[in-house]
């Protein structure tokens, strides 16, 4: 529950912080992103998607303080299944509002093919 309070809190202030002044001061396709609707849109989402999470980990919080937290314990699973995805996605828009940026994740190829490699030299060197 700690990392899913944590998550939820970072993406809100990175939502506040991060997103708003970039969209306010960049330049794209003639006007500022503040005045494209796509943009609007995906901000309006993040913010919803983190207001979710925040109020999921609030009812968990309560339930735990008021009932234990064996009586949590869905909430509690549903928070560990919720906020790092929408952590994700906020944080996948906000790169994409950075443009530049987004290059980053695939400079060196997916993640996947990492992933694999990685996997391949552990289980041969375990061999």
């Given at each position: 529950m700690p990392q899913a309070i944590s998550s939820a809190g970072h993406q809100r202030h990175a939502s506040s912080y991060l997103l708003c002044p970039q969209v306010k001061s960049r330049v794209a396709f003639g006007k500022p992103l503040v005045e494209?609707?796509?943009?609007?849109?995906?901000?309006?989402?993040?913010?919803?998607?983190?207001?979710?999470?925040?109020?999921?980990?609030?009812?968990?919080?309560h339930l735990m303080d008021?009932?234990?937290?064996?009586?949590?314990?869905?909430?509690?699973?549903?928070?560990?299944?919720?906020?790092?995805?929408?952590?994700?996605?906020?944080?996948?828009?906000?790169?994409?509002?950075?443009?530049?940026?987004?290059?980053?994740?695939?400079?060196?190829?997916?993640d996947e093919v990492h992933r694999a490699a990685v996997a391949k030299m552990e289980l041969k060197s375990r061999v």
């Open positions: 494209q609707g796509t943009i609007l849109a995906d901000i309006a989402q993040s913010r919803v998607e983190i207001e979710q999470a925040r109020l999921l980990v609030l009812k968990a919080a008021m009932a234990g937290n064996k009586a949590a314990a869905l909430d509690i699973a549903m928070i560990k299944m919720v906020a790092p995805s929408m952590a994700y996605r906020v944080i996948d828009r906000a790169v994409q509002f950075f443009a530049w940026a987004r290059a980053l994740r695939f400079a060196d190829g997916p």
